[in-house]
């Protein structure tokens, strides 16, 4: 027999009492209506609110088009974003990780949507992602047309959120990347922000080890906490690769995310070429102290970490390339080039000089 007391109370449970509060997500709601409205572009068709996002591709622009769809999250850098209550910029990482997967494609991204999964929903962080979102968006001239916000009870820890963003672009059927990458293309990096959003358990378990916390100076950007410093958020590529490529300089790109250059750079190549980089560049700050912090081998960093290359064009003009994208603002590394491979082998990244991790 059950010794259990049955609830005897006369009033009935609510949604409140299991742990969602519908009023706080409706707040959150209302509170990004500004941001995401900011983010608004030709094609757009109604507004947040509805079952569904529509949009109009003929009223974008496009002719004969091609849909390229692409998601990815923000990884273990959501850990750094909770302990240090900076939740401003990862709602860029989120936009800028699955944007700048996009434009390595030819694609001009048209629309995102986001999912924010939580315990209970705090509607001041929630709207400060949400913010960085529509920042992201903004910047890439994508527009946030919708998203879902899931509170679930007992699934996250206290204050601990996760995120997934979706995107999709467009791009004329004849002007898809890669086209036709040769062997004589050149590579030309683009610098990375910082860490961007790959590699954070190894952050993480470098910091633990070292003693360190988040509310430390950063030994590699002194006027920074390690928190602010970690945090600066993923760099958005999409203007300047959609550039180049609409004026027919490109032949091809790779973002540099899980992987590094190795396990990126080969995904775009042919079949019978390989990518020779030999010519180095020296690694940013944060991760030459990384390296040196954590005893972490050159190989690895560049198997884990963009290490301060954030973007390979293919170029096959790469003088009128590397003056274009001066005139851009960017400060372009010049890398190597594709050659042939032996024996029509897979596509394999050829680094005859790896760059120097040695901090200071």
């Not at 705090?122 to 047309?145: H, N, Q, W």
């Not at 050149?186 to 910082?194: E, F, M, Q, R």
């Amino acid at each position: 027999m059950s010794n259990s007391t049955p609830d005897t109370r006369t009033e009935g449970l609510t949604y409140r009492e299991a742990g969602v509060d519908i009023e706080a997500g409706d707040a959150l709601v209302e509170a990004i209506k500004p941001a995401a409205k900011a983010t608004t572009r030709s094609g757009v068709m109604g507004g947040l609110g509805g079952f569904g996002a529509l949009f109009d591709l003929k009223a974008a622009g496009f002719t004969d088009p091609v849909l390229v769809s692409c998601t990815d999250g923000v990884g273990t850098k959501l850990n750094l974003a909770i302990d240090s209550g900076l939740h401003d910029t990862v709602g860029i990482d989120l936009v800028a990780m699955c944007v700048n997967d996009l434009v390595v494609q030819g694609a001009e991204p048209l629309f995102f949507l986001d999912y924010f999964a939580t315990g209970k929903l705090a509607v001041e962080d929630a709207t400060k992602v949400v913010r960085g979102i529509a920042e992201g968006c903004r910047l890439s001239g994508c527009a946030l047309v919708g998203g879902e916000t899931a509170e679930m009870p007992g699934m996250y820890a206290a204050g601990h959120y996760d995120l997934a963003g979706f995107s999709v672009g467009a791009a004329e059927r004849n002007s898809l990347l890669p086209g036709t990458i040769s062997p004589g293309d050149a590579l030309i990096g683009l610098p990375a922000s910082g860490v961007h959003s790959n590699g954070f358990s190894l952050v993480r378990r470098i910091l633990e080890t070292a003693g360190l916390k988040l509310s430390d100076a950063a030994p590699f950007a002194p006027d920074q906490t390690l928190a602010e410093a970690l945090m600066t958020p993923t760099r958005l590529y999409v203007q300047q690769v959609l550039t180049l490529h609409r004026e027919g300089l490109l032949s091809g790109a790779a973002h540099i995310t899980g992987g590094g250059l190795p396990g990126n750079l080969p995904r775009v190549l042919p079949q019978g070429t390989k990518a020779v980089i030999d010519q180095t560049w020296t690694p940013l700050p944060v991760f030459r102290w990384l390296a040196a912090t954590g005893n972490v081998a050159p190989e690895e960093m560049l198997r884990v970490f963009n290490s301060g290359i954030g973007m390979i064009l293919i170029t096959p003009k790469p003088e009128e390339t590397l003056a274009r994208l001066k005139t851009l603002g960017e400060t372009p590394i010049p890398l190597g080039r594709i050659e042939i491979a032996t024996n029509g082998a897979a596509p394999i990244l050829d680094m005859t000089t790896l760059p120097d991790f040695a901090w200071p």
